[in-house]
């Protein structure tokens, strides 16, 4: 039973591969994919395969999932051009034969008005279009968004009012994924992932308790947000796809409300405090 993970070069699928070892795969069944193949050079001194191959070069996806059964489809990071590369994922697992996809996708990505939100919910398409059994992960905010040691000289900013966000530690949404792959078959399609829901008000106020100095929220105008992004450096489309999820998690785009996440891992999630206490360490 051979599990190819993509993105395995990234932190997310290099931990989903981790926690796949820990389940017991043995090393042999596992393949890592992503195009910077040296950063996972490691993984193949311990008998991982790794393959590389880009989501816009249809052979090289085709080369390296052939002859694997299941695929843990980690989402690309290239804003703008995932339809298409994840139609080329979609198309090579299907020339591969391959039995069960679990997707990594984006908060409640069907009713969602959150631009991006509209990548994942066109791959989720494809994927069923595609009639191969697939789980779609709808991973909430990772905690590493926000740069909270920063926060503490500079405050938190953001435009997500009092939406809650369901923070959640990117390992542990990993984690989840490992769970959702090597499980038998497909017992649930989506799951909406995510922890505690807190505002970026609450997110603030954690900061403040657990380190002892002052850390405020500053809730801007998504307009206002953007050009704050620009400022520090932020090219100026993803300044505003950020102020543009922040719009949308202020009307509670960013909230979970499930325990799938509890149900994946079969163990409550980590509470906000201790997710903080690791973000600050
Ligand atoms: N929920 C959230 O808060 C949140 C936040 C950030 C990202 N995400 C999503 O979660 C995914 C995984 O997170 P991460 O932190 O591990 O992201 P990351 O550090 O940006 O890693 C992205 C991974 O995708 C691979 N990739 C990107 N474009 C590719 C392409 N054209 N062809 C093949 N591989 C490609 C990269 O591999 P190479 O560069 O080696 O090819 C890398 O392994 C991201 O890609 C993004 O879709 C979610």
Same mark, same amino acid.
Do not use: C
């Given at each position: 039973?051979?599990?190819?993970?993509?993105?395995?070069?990234?932190?997310?699928?290099?931990?989903?591969?981790?926690?796949?070892?820990?389940?017991?795969?043995?090393?042999?069944?596992?393949?890592?994919?992503?195009?910077?193949?040296?950063?996972?050079?490691?993984?193949?001194?311990?008998?991982?395969?790794?393959?590389?191959? /880009?989501?816009?070069?249809? %052979?090289? $996806?085709? &080369? =390296?999932? !052939?002859? +694997?059964?299941?695929?843990?489809? *980690?989402?690309?990071?290239?804003?703008?051009?995932?339809?298409?590369?994840?139609?080329?994922?979609?198309?090579?697992?299907?020339?591969?034969?391959?039995?069960?996809?679990?997707?990594?996708?984006?908060?409640?990505?069907?009713?969602?008005?959150?631009?991006?939100?509209?990548?994942?919910?066109?791959?989720?398409?494809?994927?069923?279009?595609?009639?191969?059994?697939?789980?779609?992960?709808?991973?909430?905010?990772?905690?590493?968004?926000?740069?909270?040691?920063?926060?503490?000289?500079?405050?938190?900013?953001?435009?997500?009012?009092?939406?809650?966000? /369901?923070?959640?530690?990117? %390992?542990? $949404?990993? &984690? =989840?994924? !490992?769970? +959702?792959?090597?499980?038998?078959? *497909?017992?649930?399609?989506?799951?909406?992932?995510?922890?505690?829901?807190?505002?970026?008000?609450?997110?603030?106020?954690?900061?403040?308790?657990?380190?002892?100095?002052?850390?405020?929220?500053?809730?801007?105008?998504?307009?206002?947000?953007?050009?704050?992004?620009?400022?520090?450096?932020?090219?100026?489309?993803?300044?505003?796809?950020?102020?543009?999820?922040?719009?949308?998690?202020?009307?509670?785009?960013?909230?979970?409300?499930?325990?799938?996440?509890?149900?994946?891992?079969?163990?409550?999630?980590?509470?906000?405090?201790?997710?903080?206490?690791?973000?600050?360490?």
């Amino acid at each position: 039973m051979t599990i190819v993970v993509t993105g395995a070069t990234g932190p997310f699928g290099r931990t989903a591969i981790e926690s796949l070892l820990r389940r017991g795969v043995p090393a042999g069944q596992i393949v890592a994919v992503g195009r910077s193949v040296e950063k996972a050079k490691d993984l193949g001194e311990r008998g991982v395969v790794v393959k590389s191959a /880009s989501y816009d070069d249809p %052979a090289s $996806l085709r &080369e =390296a999932f !052939a002859g +694997a059964d299941k695929l843990l489809f *980690v989402s690309g990071s290239e804003v703008g051009r995932r339809v298409e590369q994840h139609q080329n994922v979609v198309d090579a697992a299907k020339a591969a034969g391959i039995s069960k996809i679990v997707y990594t996708s984006a908060p409640h990505a069907d009713t969602s008005d959150m631009i991006l939100a509209g990548e994942h919910v066109a791959t989720e398409r494809a994927l069923i279009a595609s009639g191969i059994p697939s789980v779609f992960l709808r991973n909430g905010w990772y905690i590493e968004n926000y740069n909270l040691p920063t926060a503490l000289d500079h405050g938190l900013t953001g435009a997500a009012g009092e939406g809650k966000i /369901s923070i959640v530690p990117r %390992a542990e $949404l990993a &984690e =989840a994924a !490992a769970a +959702a792959i090597h499980a038998d078959g *497909v017992e649930q399609q989506v799951y909406e992932l995510g922890g505690e829901g807190v505002t970026l008000g609450e997110l603030a106020a954690e900061v403040s308790r657990q380190s002892g100095r002052e850390v405020t929220y500053t809730n801007l105008s998504p307009q206002d947000y953007t050009e704050f992004l620009v400022k520090v450096g932020l090219p100026s489309e993803a300044a505003a796809v950020f102020a543009d999820s922040d719009r949308a998690a202020a009307n509670g785009a960013l909230f979970t409300g499930t325990e799938d996440l509890q149900k994946l891992l079969g163990r409550p999630v980590t509470p906000i405090a201790e997710v903080v206490r690791g973000a600050l360490a």
